[in-house]
């Protein structure tokens, strides 16, 4: 455990000043001031809706970009920058010559990018639910302030977090087989795309493709919630994407150790 803690320590250190880390800052509090200058911009056309109605044009406008293509990339990215600080440095050996398991560095590794997706998830659901609440204090005609959005904010927040385990333990297994750039990135970024048709076309089996599983997720949040006649805005948080989308991820987690603790480092 101790190796682990300080593993996840190093992680933290040798990422902190670089675009990995920042990513899962910045994306989410850029994205938020630029819808929120769109909607403070044509808030004429929002100011007669109910406040439940602003509330769900507001967060549906970053679901849409998150679900589709941001969540997605950001993870490509995110996983392809942590693995690279060994492979660009050549710094394998040296790694796995301290005094600390390959399993105590490996799964550091791993939990650090979660750590990273989670922390860009919960900063898109915070931001988006301080925006509104930001912009009802610029323009006092919104009703961002009449209406309790924060519990369903975080649980769809939790359910894409849940729906994007599995491209993250994939891509980070292509991080780990490739040094360089095109590989898991390009690879990465075909999968999001053929998810992304898959989602949208309404395959029957699309629910098998990882890479298809946060805009699944958006889709069956959307659903159910307008899809309720006693107008109760709740949805399941578990379904078969989640549940094959943890599943890959623990499976891929585990190749992933046999992958580096079989490799030969030269």
């Known amino acids: ?38 909607f403070y911009y044509n808030s004429a056309k929002i100011i007669p809706f109910p406040a439940e109605t602003q509330w769900f044009r507001f967060v549906g406008a970053f679901l849409g970009v998150m679900g589709s293509l941001l969540i997605p990339m950001l993870v490509i990215f995110q996983t392809f920058s942590i693995n690279n600080i060994e492979h660009r440095s050549e710094m394998w050996k040296s790694l796995f010559s301290l005094p600390i ?8 590794k791993y939990f650090y990018a979660l ?43 939790l359910k894409l977090f849940l729906a994007s385990t599995g491209i993250l333990s994939i891509q980070f297994l292509f991080s780990l087989l490739w040094a360089d750039f095109l590989k898991p990135m390009g690879i990465g970024f075909l999968f999001t795309v053929f998810g992304i048709i898959t989602a949208n076309l309404g395959w029957k ?8 599983h946060p805009m699944l997720a958006l889709q069956n949040i959307m659903g159910q919630i307008m899809g309720r006649e006693d107008k109760q805005r709740v949805f399941d948080l578990m379904d078969k994407e989640i549940y094959i989308s943890l599943g890959v991820a623990v499976i891929t987690f585990v190749i992933g150790y046999f992958v580096i603790n079989k490799r030969n480092i030269k």
């Not at 398991?101 to 550091?108: L, Q």
């Open 205 to 212: 089996y699309a629910y098998t493709i990882p890479f298809a």
């Open 115 to 157: 750590f990273l997706n989670a922390l860009c998830i919960s900063l898109f659901a915070s931001f988006i639910f301080a925006s509104g609440y930001i912009m009802n204090f610029f323009v006092p005609e919104f009703k961002f302030n009449q209406y309790d959005i924060s519990g369903l904010l975080f649980k769809m927040h």
């Open 1 to 38: 455990m101790k190796g682990f803690i300080l593993s996840l320590k190093s992680e933290f250190y040798k990422t902190r000043k670089t675009l990995a880390f920042w990513s899962a800052i910045l994306f989410p509090l850029v994205l938020c001031c630029l819808i929120s200058f769109g």
């Open 101 to 108: 398991s390959k399993w105590s560095i490996y799964s550091a």
